[in-house]
């Protein structure tokens, strides 16, 4: 048998009338309450889904740099409600990869009352662009100084570390890179945070990043 399906004009998903031919071709009504059941499950099909809500949005982290002056220290104590992250600029990095510098005990006197996670920066050893270079450009040095970093995150409960290297050019983009990469799959494993600072996109140097 082949079932017929007629619709009422402006009806479009519920039917009006259900026809089924017979062996001898004559059509006959189907009956009410295959009709009935024929009629419900159209309803239900056609029942729209309730939509999930929204995801709520995230709040941005706010991290505060500090050179750990007075004036910094005094400025730090009235905002500390509306920052989640502090990053005093203690520890340079050095061409062999060693790691060195400290934490101001005031300073991390006042991220403990406010109870801000430490996130220090990481600047090449006196900003120097040779000691920058040489230190990129050796494999060694940059696996150790980012085996240095765990271990200091680990040993002083900081939650993690910014790097600020100054005087990057373009041709150190590549070993740059590679040391980001390696950096963030150590950080990943030992559970700690990696921020990376980076410049304005201005002048040259934008060509490094």
């Known amino acids: 048998m082949m079932p017929l399906l007629r619709r009422t004009v402006g009806q479009a998903f519920l039917p009006a009338v259900v026809l089924w ?53 005094r400025s730090l104590a009235a905002p500390a409600n509306d920052m989640d992250v502090l990053s005093p600029q203690a520890f340079s990095a050095h061409p062999d990869g060693r790691l060195t510098g400290r934490i101001p005990p005031d300073v991390a006197a006042a991220a403990a009352k406010g109870r801000l996670a430490m996130m220090p920066g990481v600047f090449n050893a006196d900003f120097s662009v040779e000691a920058l270079r040489s230190l990129l450009a050796s494999r060694a040095s940059r696996a150790r100084l980012a085996v240095s970093l765990v271990a200091a995150a680990q040993r002083q409960h900081l939650r993690g570390f910014v790097i600020d290297f100054e005087g990057l050019s373009r041709a150190q983009r590549q070993h740059y890179t590679a040391f980001l990469s390696d950096l963030h799959a150590r950080f990943h494993a030992a559970g700690l945070r990696l921020g990376v600072a980076v410049p304005a996109p201005v002048g040259t140097f934008r060509e490094a990043f």
């Open 21 to 73: 031919k017979n062996k001898s071709g004559r059509q006959e009504c189907l009956p009410h309450l295959v009709l009935a059941l024929f009629l419900a499950a159209t309803s239900l099909a056609a029942k729209p889904k309730t939509p999930k809500p929204a995801p709520r949005p995230t709040a941005p982290t706010v991290l505060a740099f500090t050179l750990g002056d007075h004036t910094a220290l």
